[in-house]
């Protein structure tokens, strides 16, 4: 795609909205107030507001290879802590899909530089969950396991954060751990137990 065609699609996106709302632009001006934060890969066959079906304003999104939320990493905590703290988001939803090029990466044994100590992240999460990878023959499948076991503890991770605990405590805020599916384009729902998981480590990590 030239550059050139971009702009000229940015026209025609603003005439579109102007022609429904001719006051959309003002009402977008004035602030948001997204009530989810969506943490996803920055593949860019996924876009995470057009595989929800929402609009600007409706979600806060961070992107990055493979949909890692990362301690030491202050751009993804500086996400968090802005979407929980400053715009009260309710619900985190972190997404992974299938086919994903980064935790397959992780898995072949090669150098990759600065993408490293990145993907290293993602061998650690092959090493918690050892047992059962090693049990799937298709190595197809073993990947498919690997991205909903990537997902589910990126949103351990997100739990461990001061902020999300805090926020848990004080109104509710749901983390949710999703996959989407690029064959079919459908969004699965992990529907993760982070109670049960949590259940006999949260000691460690509780910071009241």
Request: glycine share 6%; charged share 25%.
């Amino acid at each position: 795609m030239k550059i050139s065609q971009i702009f000229k699609n940015n026209e025609s996106w603003i005439q579109s909205k102007l022609e429904m709302d001719s006051k959309y632009f003002d009402k977008l001006s004035t602030g948001q107030n997204p009530e989810i934060l969506y943490v996803g890969c920055s593949d860019s066959r996924v876009t995470a507001e057009e595989l929800m079906g929402v609009q600007p304003g409706d979600v806060f999104v961070h992107r990055n290879i493979a949909n890692m939320v990362i301690g030491l990493d202050l751009n993804s905590m500086s996400v968090i802590d802005y979407a929980v703290g400053n715009l009260k988001v309710n619900h985190i939803v972190i997404c992974g899909h299938y086919g994903c090029g980064g935790i397959k990466a992780a898995m072949e044994p090669q150098d990759l530089g600065i993408l490293n100590p990145w993907l290293r992240n993602i061998r650690d999460v092959y090493r918690i969950h050892h047992d059962e990878l090693e049990q799937i023959k298709d190595d197809s499948k073993k990947y498919e396991r690997l991205v909903e076991l990537n997902v589910q503890e990126q949103c351990i991770n997100v739990i461990k954060t001061a902020v999300v605990q805090k926020a848990i405590k004080s109104r509710d805020l749901k983390v949710h751990g999703w996959v989407f599916d690029m064959k079919t384009g459908k969004l699965v729902d992990l529907k993760v137990n982070f109670k049960e998981i949590l259940s006999n480590i949260m000691e460690i990590y509780r910071l009241d």
